[in-house]
């Protein structure tokens, strides 16, 4: 394979590098690929039908962002999750989510478009208390839950706020899995988010950015009560 002038990546190869890169990116959000799951570069290469070069160059992007560990004669795994690490991240949320809920209220208070998109996710959000416990309900709290926060998201004014929170989010959703084992932690979250819907619908910001605390507080409880019961190869005690 030929280089392109200057020393870049052909862009099939960059192409390709994005495609494996998105499609991992998604499998660790998800927990398909659980924390400390080995990536081999030829079991990547045979399954995702790519050359050696953008694997590689993805399984680098997804090390950058803190998904993904290289080891020297070891290879490549899936990070693995530490105690230290799951409460900093925390840590960091409650500091930054508040804020952005807070904007968020204040925006929706003045656009009737972006009010009227919160309130039918709280419609949402009552639906779901309302059906039976079940895999399918669960995936779509998910789904709603996602979209409520990247609404927030965008509604934020602040844009160093709005992107730093969007990074942590491949963070975030691959904790979701270990937040979500006790079915019973569903129904308490959905709870949670009609309290924020409600919060932010009344334009009450201290409300709403109080039930985000409560939120991010209760799943922190709720993963490291999890971890301890069962923490396997995924958690590293001493990181």
């Known amino acids: 394979m030929t280089t392109a002038p200057g020393g870049r990546e052909p862009a099939s190869d960059v192409s ?27 079991a990547l290469v045979d399954r995702m039908g790519a050359s050696r070069t953008p694997v590689r160059e993805a399984l680098r992007r997804l090390a950058g962002e803190g998904l993904v560990e290289l080891a020297p004669r070891q290879g490549a795994r899936v990070s693995r999750v530490s105690l230290q690490s799951v409460r900093d991240l925390f840590d960091f949320r409650a500091l930054l989510e508040p804020a952005a809920i807070r904007q968020a209220t204040e925006a929706a208070a003045g656009a009737p ?36 926060d990247w609404a927030v998201i965008g509604a934020t004014r602040n844009e160093h706020l709005r992107r730093t929170i969007a990074e942590l989010r491949p963070h975030t959703a691959r904790l979701r899995n270990l937040s ?6 569903v129904e308490v979250s959905v709870v949670e988010h009609l309290r924020m819907c409600d919060g932010l619908l009344a334009g009450d910001g201290d409300e709403a950015a109080a039930a985000v605390t409560e939120h991010l507080a209760q799943s922190l409880r709720t993963i490291f009560g999890n971890l301890a019961r069962a923490p396997g190869a995924a958690l590293d005690l001493l990181g």
């Open 113 to 148: 478009e972006l009010r009227r998109a919160f309130a039918a996710m709280r419609t949402g959000f009552a639906r779901l208390q309302r059906r039976a416990p079940s895999p399918a309900r669960s995936r779509a709290f998910y789904e709603l839950a996602d979209r409520f």
């Open 16 to 42: 390709k590098a994005d495609l494996v890169h998105r499609r991992l990116k998604e499998e660790i959000e998800l927990g398909e690929l659980a924390p400390g799951t080995p990536l081999s570069e030829l």
């Open 180 to 185: 979500h084992i006790d079915p019973q932690r």
